[in-house]
């Protein structure tokens, strides 16, 4: 069987968040058609993708967390990266994992297909011994840098934003020449990043598990969920000014409405939020199916954004109409007013959660609407044939 080494800075897992989530389901498809020999740091706890591999190689370095820095630490790190460092921010934050994963990988000898997944973990390509090496870009850090620099307060923190966008520029540049297959999750990506040239690029998009989140009955009680990994800028800044700007106008329309926020690892700022009223903050919940099936709505109001949400898709498949941002809901295949409501303004946003709170055919049609969109297009077992297709080959092609 063709011997593909799969590389990642964050271990796969069904039971995850975002990437997590897509690379256990990506494995899924490919292990079944080839030997995978999964490189990982931490532990693997997902038995099922355990189950499925050739091999595991667990890697004593702690994953990456951003959010959990101090703001001295965060701002000297900045400012050191902004002046003297060669890469982006979140290359530079895995350089430590980049050595250790690499070292690793290099044991397993020579491989068909080296999968490296996050454009953070480019620089090992260089020395992976594979025939075919496919990076993964699960989301465009020029592009999360420039909306980061399009919100920042601070006249410093647009400085630094707009340098990291150029030095990822070049980065993404120099990482589409090192590998022989670039992977991109949305059109919008594989635009931004085919400007560079090089490598050719593939549209792999995210899916959802549409047995894991069953469509149930809307529920009438004015509830409210937003989920994500409550420790990345991306999902701090929504969460937060969502209580801060949106969530007062929709008290004032429907003054009983409560707000579930869920997800990994909060940082402090999101677990501040639960002392606002009507607000709820569950970290690191077993599922947070249940969490979506209570809800009457669903958020999405993201302002920085690359790839796609699985939060969008999982709430479409629980049978939740989705309130979004256009960059919330970016990269998916969706027709505004029938599968989700789309506003970018504090008002805009706030009137449209309303609508769906208190017209029960508009929030029980844009439900309906989502969930068959999903079922047509977001389907992890379709999606994780033709990413297996990618990797190998059609199967009549393959001896």
């Known amino acids: 069987m063709t011997r593909v080494a799969w590389i990642t800075p964050f271990a796969p897992d069904h039971d995850g968040a975002g990437a997590h989530i897509r690379q256990a389901h990506l494995i899924d498809a490919l292990a079944g058609r080839a030997e995978v020999h999964l490189v990982v740091p931490g532990r ?12 595991v190689r667990e890697v004593a370095v702690p994953e990456p967390d951003p959010g959990r820095h101090g703001r001295a630490v ?4 900045d400012l050191r990266i902004a002046t003297v460092g060669r890469q982006p ?3 530079d934050a895995f350089r430590q994992v980049q050595r250790r994963l690499a070292a690793v990988a290099a044991d397993l000898g020579h491989v068909d297909v080296a999968v490296v997944e996050f454009a953070s973990l480019a620089p090992i390509l260089p020395a992976l011994r594979a025939r075919r090496k496919v ?19 601070g006249a410093r923190q647009r400085w630094l934003f707009a340098v990291d966008v150029r030095k990822a520029r ?23 990043l085919g400007v560079h040239g090089a490598s050719p690029i593939a549209v792999i998009p995210n899916g959802v598990d549409v047995e894991r989140f069953p469509a149930t009955p809307l529920p009438h009680e004015p509830r409210l969920v937003f989920t994500g990994a409550l420790y990345t800028p991306a999902n701090v800044d929504g969460a937060v000014r969502f209580c801060a ?13 409560e707000l579930a926020i869920v997800g990994a690892r909060p940082v402090p700022k999101v677990l501040d939020l639960a002392r606002l009223p009507g607000v709820s903050v569950h970290p690191d919940v077993a599922s947070v199916v249940p969490h979506v099936q209570a809800a009457r709505v669903a958020l999405v109001p993201l302002r920085i954004g690359s790839g796609s949400r699985l939060k969008a898709l999982e709430a479409m498949a629980a049978g939740r109409p989705v309130v979004g941002t256009t960059i919330g809901l970016g990269g998916l295949e969706y027709v505004a007013g029938t599968h989700a409501l789309v506003a970018d303004d504090p008002a805009g946003i706030a009137a449209a959660t309303v609508r769906l709170l208190e017209d029960d055919a508009l929030a029980a049609a844009l439900a309906s609407a989502g969930r068959s969109l999903v079922e047509e297009r977001y389907r992890w077992d379709r999606i994780g044939e033709r990413f297996a297709d990618l990797v190998l080959g059609p199967p009549a092609d393959r001896s």
């Open 135 to 153: 990076l993964t870009f699960h989301y465009v850090d020029s592009t999360m840098s420039a909306h980061e620099a399009g919100i920042a307060p």
């Open 74 to 77: 965060r701002r000297l790190r």
């Open 245 to 257: 700007e949106v969530l007062p106008l929709v008290r004032e329309a429907v003054p009983g409405v």
């Open 170 to 192: 070049r980065f993404e540049r120099w990482a589409l020449g090192a590998c022989d297959q670039a992977v991109a999750v949305s059109a919008e990506d594989a635009t931004d």
């Open 44 to 55: 693997l706890v997902d038995d099922r993708v355990r189950r499925g591999v050739a091999s």
């Open 89 to 91: 921010r979140q290359v």
